[in-house]
């Protein structure tokens, strides 16, 4: 339902009716900014790599066939605009805890303030969490771009296979082999804390 709202506000923006495609950017502007902010150090820059990206997406729009979902084309958009905007900037991309967490707070509207403990959670299961999800940002920072990116579409952003090789360009096999592979490397640094044996992943 969602994807067929999202065609008829492409093809109406396609039209020219402007407003159409500022409802696009309403629906998809904290997601993209979440996104942005995986890989942009500077969180001054990520709502003007946020616009730029915007921008472009109205720009090549003409040129948006469908064959893949909106957002996924506008993923691999703000990632483009991302990676530009470091190489302009001679940075390198990271994976930032602080995205990450914002990310997952964003996503879970029921979370609770870090300050507020339930009845059963103790200090100490609040730091073994916090220390689980640090070696997990480790991990992840560690990962070959290609790895990461792929782990991250499917764990944090919640594409599909099919989606996410629409928006790496490549084969869906290829995408399940780098899943696979991120996972097996983010167990390997988790399995001292969570003790858990060969074979088993998180």
Same mark, same amino acid.
């Given at each position: 339902? *969602? ?5 008829? %506000?492409?093809?109406?923006?396609? %039209? ?19 996104? $942005? ?5 500077? #969180? ?10 915007? $921008? ?11 064959? *893949? ?15 530009? #905007? ?6 390198? @991309?990271?994976?930032?805890? +602080? !995205?990450?967490? !914002? !990310? ?5 509207? #029921? *979370? ?5 403990? +339930?009845?059963? &959670?103790?200090? &100490?299961?609040?730091?073994? *969490?916090?220390? $689980? ?11 070959? &771009?290609? %790895?990461?990116?792929?782990? %991250? ?8 296979? &099919?989606?996410?090789? +629409?928006?790496?360009?490549? @084969?869906?096999?290829?995408?399940? +082999? ?17 003790? #858990? ?6």
């Amino acid at each position: 339902m *969602s994807a067929d709202a999202d065609a008829l %506000l492409v093809e109406r923006a396609k %039209l020219g009716e402007m407003q159409a495609f500022e409802m696009l950017v309403v629906k998809y502007q904290r997601r993209i900014e979440r996104l $942005i902010g995986r890989f942009v150090r500077d #969180t001054d820059l990520v709502a003007d790599v946020a616009q730029e990206t915007f $921008i472009r997406a109205y720009r090549a729009l003409p040129q948006f066939r469908g064959e *893949s979902a909106f957002y996924t084309w506008l993923y691999r958009i703000a990632v483009n605009t991302a990676k530009k #905007t470091l190489a302009d900037l001679k940075r390198d @991309p990271v994976m930032t805890e +602080s !995205a990450l967490a !914002a !990310a997952r707070q964003d996503d879970d509207e #029921t *979370s609770r303030p870090e300050h507020e403990l +339930s009845h059963n &959670e103790t200090p &100490e299961a609040v730091l073994a *969490s916090r220390e $689980i999800a640090a070696t997990v940002n480790a991990a992840i920072q560690a990962l070959p &771009e290609d %790895l990461r990116q792929a782990v %991250l579409l499917r764990e944090v952003e919640g594409l599909s296979y &099919e989606e996410i090789a +629409s928006a790496m360009n490549c @084969p869906i096999g290829t995408v399940r +082999s780098r899943i696979f592979r991120a996972r097996e490397a983010i167990a390997t640094r988790l399995r001292p804390l969570l003790d #858990t044996r060969e074979g088993q992943r998180w």
